[in-house]
């Protein structure tokens, strides 16, 4: 059986990557605003509306093109 204090850390720990999903996949996309992305994140995020803003902001974004392996042919 798992103990109350493992269920809050475990909660805790959701709840973080929760928080900052927009901030990962902003990060994930190579988006150019990924800095400011995660500093509103980190700042307004917890307002709920910045959270949105932050969501929206991050999959609406132009992504950079990544790289492509260049054989030479």
Same mark, same amino acid.
């Given at each position: ?10 909660? *805790? ?16 996309? $190579? ?15 917890? *307002? ?9 902001w ?5 992504? $950079?093109?990544?790289s ?6």
């Amino acid at each position: 059986m798992i103990s109350h204090l493992t269920m809050e850390w475990i909660k *805790t720990i959701i709840l973080l990557a929760v928080y900052f999903l927009p901030g990962y996949i902003a990060l994930h996309r $190579q988006v150019g605003s990924f800095l400011p992305i995660a500093l509103m994140n980190l700042f307004f995020g917890w *307002t709920g509306i910045g959270w949105i803003i932050c969501l929206i902001w991050s999959v609406s974004d132009d992504a $950079q093109p990544k790289s492509e392996l260049w054989v030479g042919y």
